[in-house]
């Protein structure tokens, strides 16, 4: 879905399907999407994905691309890229 459909209706479950996806898609992770939790820590010492700094940018990068919702370095993309839930929150937000 683009940021058109955003404003259509997507809900926040749609949205984290989509982004499980976006994750296993552009950063070649060994779980499927559908495995992947919504409050599990993508990127760090305590994600089972083993995400790292260019998976982020990856991640930024395709969230521009499809949303048109910019992450900006530093801390908002530490924190937009907690957890899948976060993300959608933050592409979601006004």
């Known amino acids: 879905?683009?940021?058109?459909?955003?404003?259509?209706?997507?809900?926040?479950?749609?949205l984290k399907t989509e982004l499980k996806e976006l994750i296993v898609e552009e950063c070649d992770v060994?779980?499927?999407?559908?495995?992947?939790?919504?409050d599990e820590h993508l990127i760090g010492p305590d994600s089972r994905l083993n995400l790292?700094?260019?998976?982020?940018?990856?991640?930024?990068?395709?969230?521009?691309s499809r949303y048109k919702k910019h992450i900006d370095s530093g801390n908002e993309t530490r924190m937009a890229l907690t957890s899948v839930a976060t993300l959608a929150e933050f592409i979601l937000a006004d």
């Open 1 to 14: 879905m683009t940021a058109n459909n955003m404003s259509d209706g997507m809900n926040t479950s749609q």
């Open 52 to 64: 790292d700094s260019l998976d982020a940018l990856s991640i930024s990068l395709e969230v521009k």
């Open 30 to 38: 060994e779980i499927g999407a559908c495995d992947i939790q919504d």
